[in-house]
């Protein structure tokens, strides 16, 4: 159907109810968008569904390995794998730091 809008995937798009990564502004309306900011892998970390650690893992993710930030939410970070080509939450003391 012509016009239609198609759904994205959120396991391999960054978009939730309440946030979308401001790529995906012209293809989703959300009520706030986020730049991502990179970030890489300083301790093998599992990638997980959900925030919690009883979440299931999508994948694990290794040391080297880029990990676009979206969000900081209790102690993890919510983002995207492009290595995966995966959406989800890993550990934020997996992460490195940006230097001052």
Same mark, same amino acid.
């Given at each position: 159907?012509?016009?239609?809008?198609?759904?994205?995937?959120?396991?391999?798009?960054?978009?939730?109810?309440?946030?979308?990564?401001?790529?995906?502004?012209?293809?989703?309306?959300?009520?706030?968008?986020?730049?991502?900011?990179?970030?890489?892998?300083?301790?093998?970390?599992?990638?997980?569904?959900?925030?919690?650690?009883?979440?299931?893992?999508?994948?694990?993710?290794?040391?080297?390995?880029? $990990?676009?930030?979206?969000? $900081?939410?209790?102690?993890?970070?919510?983002?995207?794998?492009?290595?995966?080509?995966?959406?989800?939450?890993?550990?934020?003391?997996?992460?490195?730091?940006?230097?001052?």
């Amino acid at each position: 159907m012509r016009g239609a809008s198609v759904p994205l995937d959120p396991l391999h798009n960054a978009v939730r109810r309440d946030l979308a990564d401001i790529r995906l502004a012209d293809r989703v309306f959300a009520p706030h968008y986020a730049a991502s900011v990179q970030r890489v892998v300083v301790s093998a970390t599992p990638l997980r569904t959900g925030v919690d650690l009883q979440s299931g893992d999508l994948a694990d993710l290794a040391i080297g390995e880029v $990990f676009e930030v979206l969000e $900081f939410v209790k102690g993890r970070a919510w983002g995207r794998s492009p290595a995966h080509d995966l959406v989800g939450y890993v550990d934020a003391d997996a992460l490195s730091w940006p230097s001052a």
